[in-house]
């Protein structure tokens, strides 16, 4: 066991770190909804799993024909991004305008809120599976619940080679552009009016009224923000693995989510560290243990951190993000 | 939006007017002596009884046995949720892992049964206690945490036990266990055309009766404990912890409580269930299925028992009933949640005391951020404030 | 007042008991053993057979030609004009176990089936098949491969398709002959089939000597990155993958990205243009996939095939494809049973004890705990979106 996770270690890492980036823009979404609602946005996995759809659609539309590397890679990286962006903030905005909005203006609970983003969840899976993919890939009804591939776009190299440290482009690609797009958001809820409206209402929705905020609007904003990531991380995900289906939005989201708590919810910055931690425990437990315990692992490390971090990694709630 | 402007006329006219019939029904029960009560408990029973028959089932599930549908889902959800009510409902805690203690249970009925050749109504009192037991220890280092967190936790929990059961090759691995004993036959006697306690494998219905019998002794121990000093202290913990700390209740050891009883009853339902189908595989236990309770309690009113009934009864049958809508089975469930949600958050069949509290305006679980009212919104809350000084 | 209004609430409640209790009686009808006389009644005109599988579900792709073969046999004989013809009902249990026992019950008890064409899947097998033994209603299988089902001593149940105990030790065997691996890394995705299959495969290469190292991937995730690690450092010389063609093309991509160059092999349940489609490029060339069944859309296996893939060739106007021979085999089976006289379950389950005619995959012969007395396993190359037959597992030679 702890022999074959030695040979491991670098590969374990390195694919731990890339993996653990997608979970880190996805666990955003759900960061930033709790802060705001308190509320865990079960149907975020679906916000994602359209992005991919709108990602693919792209792809499969301009006709790609054969594998992309360097400039030209990252620049179908950046018109697919910006697409499944788009296409995952109006989801996501959509969501809270349908399954939250009236809830919250009814004084719904939070109980009431999450059946409803469970039922919404279900409702997108099998919207996609049944009618969307189909008709978008011009697939039979019943292919609609298949994966569905895109043209091979990517040209696979080795960026660094230094021994058993490897890394391949495409994962290079992750981590950095999570990075790139955490920091911005960073910059954003701590530099501009929107970002303070967003940490006001956090911190306290009756006073952020008291102080003129429109939280309507803010809350708006949240979820396209975390929608947005949420469409990074599509991208970034079908660069990766080339195919999507129905059904890729539901572990994804569980994981994310517990990155989210990881990392301490509510804060940004723990959704990247949560997401990264997560990611490499599920490597290095894939190594040592065997894939199939995996999963078990990462929970008990989320246990494990709760009990004795009860606000998770790095704790601080988005109200309090300092500048 | 404005939608609450411009419906509300003829929404919640309409709300209103059948939520007065309701209140009004419910007074009723409220004032009623005790043989009255206990009447209509009997007739229910009855009811519940009489449920497997043909004629009912050529509508119910025109399309696949009546009787075994009765059993599951329908039964099986409604006594799951019963369960899941005490943890949710009463207690107030967010688990979203309540599949777990349905798994140990089915398996303890399956390990003891065929490698030890147990019989069921040893194992029945075996699998209560290990459940309760394995519900102690979820709850132990994680009922100290927040409300979310925990729903988190106990996701994980649901997932452990669904995995380590697929990686564990003693109890099957992914294959389950095959082979599951009956309960053994107690008599041959024939009523109305039925054997009730002949447990073989072509009628369902003797088994769906034992399920009855553990729903109506269910329900039984959780009503004397809702009326408790422990159903007391669930309701102070649930509404606010804090303030329940301080007024003295010890709050960690009765969430503790509520989540042992509710883990026992799944263990419960869990072994019944497993007699039964008589092979069991990890697959059976998925998230979706404690999703699906959970959202059996909320739907149909959590905290309040012939509500949670209700939601289950609706949730397990509609999806069978409507089987031409086969592939949008799931779609319509979905929307049916989202769409149930918006009109009426507090279920179909609210406890008086949830309503009283949705009308203070935080539904007792606490609620969203951000209601309160800014320009171009405003909070609404079912306000049915004199009545309910009951 | 308000006693009055109860009083009148407990009368309806009892009175309404009482009906139910009326109706309840009247209608029910006592179940037990013996065979279901109506059975032997309608045997004048028209007996029903069923049909049970993943209709429209996600592996429906599976199931829904070995439906389409069972129909045509059917009505090939129902055109013959006999004395009593044979009416195919559908059950689309979507694979899942426990609508199968619903609609199980729903086909002895109401429908009143003389014998089943399925479960399609093993899973549902188990759960239908005592409920089948109890009301001794005959069935045979064209696709359930879980050896375990022919073990629990059911008299009533039959497949015609060999099992995967079968399908994983001609599989392996063709690993050490005619590859002469040395190394072999065995990946299956832990479901019931996946392993079983997998299991079996590693226990026969561990017996030809041949090194073995295993690791699970999940079903449900996309990231197998782990094990493609793992894979590299063993360098093997094949890798066997035990499971379904969604998880088996993903996994071959991530190899074949990874730089794994080894041979790649799959189990039936890779056996679609999926596996070729999930690794994308020509990353399934040369992967060869066994399978206990026979594709044959040329016809070139016998005269039988032939006039088996032109007859489906011209109804539904696609090629022979998965499953295909063994539906048409087992609704065969039932048909001959009832040329012969049988109209009611229990005959029909004793005429196929003894059954032994030529089929188009096979010779159709029980043995007694149901199990086909001749199985071959053949295997399959992928080239680009298709595969085509290689051989008999026992025969085929490496891949050019």
Not at chain 2, 313 to 319: E, M, T, V, Y
């Amino acid at each position: 066991m702890l022999d074959s996770f030695l040979t491991q270690f670098w590969p374990a890492t390195v694919d731990g770190l890339s993996l653990g980036s997608i979970y880190a823009l996805v666990a955003l979404g759900y960061t930033m909804v709790y802060g705001v609602l308190r509320l865990i946005n079960f149907a975020h996995s679906e916000v994602f799993m359209v992005g991919t759809v709108a990602a693919l659609f792209t792809l499969t539309t301009i006709g790609v024909s054969h594998e992309l590397s360097g400039v030209a890679l990252i620049g179908m990286l950046l018109l697919v991004a910006v697409i499944a962006i788009v296409v995952s903030g109006v989801t996501a905005m959509g969501l809270e305008y349908i399954a939250y909005r009236p809830l919250r203006k009814r004084g719904g609970s939070r109980l009431a809120a999450l059946i409803s983003a469970i039922g919404a969840s279900l409702f997108l899976q099998q919207l996609f599976a049944l009618i969307v993919i189909p008709r978008l890939f011009d697939l039979p009804q019943v292919g609609g619940r298949l994966p569905v591939h895109s043209p091979d776009w990517v040209r696979l190299s080795d960026v660094i080679a230094i021994g058993d440290f490897v890394v391949r482009n495409d994962k290079l690609l992750v981590v950095v552009a999570a990075v790139v797009m955490m920091v911005a958001l960073d910059q954003f809820v701590n530099r501009t009016n929107l970002g303070r409206g967003i940490r006001a209402t956090a911190q306290s929705p009756e006073n952020a009224v008291l102080m003129g905020v429109n939280i309507d609007r803010i809350i708006t904003a949240t979820f396209a923000i975390g929608g947005a990531m949420a469409g990074v991380a599509a991208a970034l995900y079908l660069m990766r693995f080339q195919e999507t289906n129905y059904f890729v939005g539901f572990l994804l989201g569980i994981k994310a989510f517990t990155a989210a708590v990881l990392g301490g919810i509510g804060n940004l910055r723990g959704a990247l560290v949560g997401g990264l931690v997560l990611g490499l425990i599920e490597m290095y437990g894939s190594a040592i243990f065997g894939s199939e315990w995996k999963d078990v692992v990462a929970f008990v490390v989320l246990v494990l951190v709760l009990m004795f971090r009860p606000t998770g990694i790095l704790g601080e709630s988005l109200q309090q993000a300092r500048a | 939006m404005n939608s609450n402007r411009s419906s509300a006329g003829i929404l919640t006219k309409s709300r209103q007017t059948i939520g007065n019939r309701m209140q009004q029904i419910r007074d009723w029960w409220a004032d009623a002596p005790r043989w009255a009560r206990w009447l209509v408990y009997i007739a229910l029973i009855i009811a519940a009884l009489l449920l497997p028959a043909s004629s009912i089932g050529s509508f119910m599930t025109p399309r696949s046995d009546w009787a075994t549908v009765l059993f599951y889902p329908i039964g099986i959800y409604v006594a799951l949720a019963i369960g899941l009510n005490v943890v949710v409902g009463y207690a107030g805690l967010l688990d979203l892992g309540y599949v777990a203690f349905f798994a140990i249970g089915g398996y303890s009925m399956a390990v003891l049964g065929t490698k030890f050749g147990w019989s069921f109504w040893e194992v029945l009192i075996v699998g209560v206690l290990l459940t309760s037991g394995s519900g102690l220890i979820l709850g132990a280092p994680t009922l100290r945490l927040r409300g979310d967190y925990l729903a988190i936790v106990t996701l994980g929990f649901g997932e452990i036990v669904r995995i380590s059961a697929q990686n564990t090759d003693a109890i099957g691995g992914p294959r389950g266990i095959a082979g599951i004993p009956h309960p053994p036959n107690l008599s041959d006697f024939e009523i109305l055309g039925v054997k009730p306690l002949r447990y073989g494998l072509l009628d369902p219905r003797p088994y769906y009766y034992l399920l009855v019998l553990l729903i109506v002794l269910t329900i039984i121990f959780v009503k004397r404990l809702e009326k408790s000093r422990v159903g007391r202290a669930w309701a102070a913990i649930r509404e606010d912890e804090d303030a329940a700390e301080l007024m003295g209740v010890p709050t960690f050891r009765y969430k503790l409580a509520a989540f042992a009883i509710g883990a026992s009853i799944g263990g419960a339902v869990g072994v019944v269930w497993a007699t039964k189908v008589i092979s069991i595989i990890p697959a059976n236990f998925p998230f979706f299925l404690s999703a699906t309770i959970l959202a059996a309690v909320v739907l149909g009113g959590s905290g309040n028992i012939p509500g949670v009934i209700l939601g289950a009864f609706l949730i397990a049958w509609l999806p069978e009933r409507f089987r031409v809508f086969e592939d949008y089975r799931v779609l319509l469930f979905g929307a049916a949640l989202v769409l149930m949600m918006a009109l009426r958050p507090e279920g179909i069949w609210p406890s008086r005391r949830r309503q009283a509290e949705l009308a203070e305006g935080t539904g007792g679980m606490g609620a969203l951020g951000g209601e309160v009212g800014g320009p171009g919104g405003e909070v609404e809350a079912e306000a049915r404030a004199p009545e309910l000084e009951r | 007042m308000r006693y009055r209004s109860i009083v009148r609430l407990g009368v309806a409640l009892a009175a309404s008991s009482l009906v139910l209790a009326a109706c309840g009686g009247g209608g029910d009808q006592a179940t037990g053993g013996g065979a279901s006389p109506s059975g032997a009644t309608e045997a004048a005109k028209t007996v029903k057979i069923g049909l049970m599988g993943d209709l429209t579900g996600e592996n429906s792709g599976i199931v829904i030609p070995l439906r389409n073969a069972a129909k045509l046999a059917l009505e090939e004989y129902n055109a013959t004009n006999p004395a009593t013809k044979i009416e195919l009902v559908e059950y689309d249990s979507q694979g899942v176990p426990e609508q199968a026992t619903a609609l199980a019950q729903q086909a002895i008890k109401t429908d009143k089936i003389v014998g089943l064409i399925g479960p399609a899947f093993s899973g549902e097998s188990r759960q239908v098949g005592p409920i089948l033994e109890e009301g001794t209603i005959p069935s045979i299988s064209a696709s359930a491969t879980n050896p375990l089902l022919s073990q629990n001593g059911w008299k009533y149940w039959h497949r015609i398709v060999a099992n995967d105990d079968i399908q994983g030790g001609g599989v392996g065997d063709y690993i050490s002959r005619a590859l002469g691996a040395k190394k072999v890394f065995v990946i299956h995705d832990n479901q019931e089939y996946s392993k079983g299959i997998a299991d079996v495969v590693s226990k026969t290469l561990k017996g030809s000597g041949v090194n073995i190292q295993t690791d699970v991937i999940d079903p449900q995730g996309s990231d197998y990155a782990s094990t493609v690690n793992k894979v590299k450092a063993a360098a093997p010389d094949a890798v066997f993958y035990g499971g379904y063609y969604a998880q088996g093309g993903r996994l071959l991509k991530q190899l074949r990205d990874g730089g794994v160059k080894a041979q790649f092999l799959s189990g039936d349940g890779s056996l679609d243009a999926g596996l070729a489609k999930g690794a994308g490029g020509n990353n399934a060339d040369g992967a060869v996939v066994s399978c206990p069944c026979l594709i044959d859309p040329t016809g070139k296996a016998s005269p039988a095939s032939k006039k088996l893939a032109d007859a489906y060739q011209a109804k539904y106007n696609a090629p022979t494809a998965i499953y295909v021979g063994e539906g048409y085999d087992s609704a065969t089976a039932f048909i001959e049973a009832i040329k012969n006289g049988n109209t009611d379950p229990e005959s029909i389950n004793k005429y196929l004890a003894t059954i032994d005619i030529p089929g188009v995959t096979k010779q159709i012969k029980f043995a007694p705990t149901g199990e086909p007395t001749s199985g071959e396993v053949y295997v399959y190359l992928f080239k680009g979106d298709t595969y085509s037959l290689l051989g008999n597992a026992k025969e085929a030679s490496k891949p050019a």
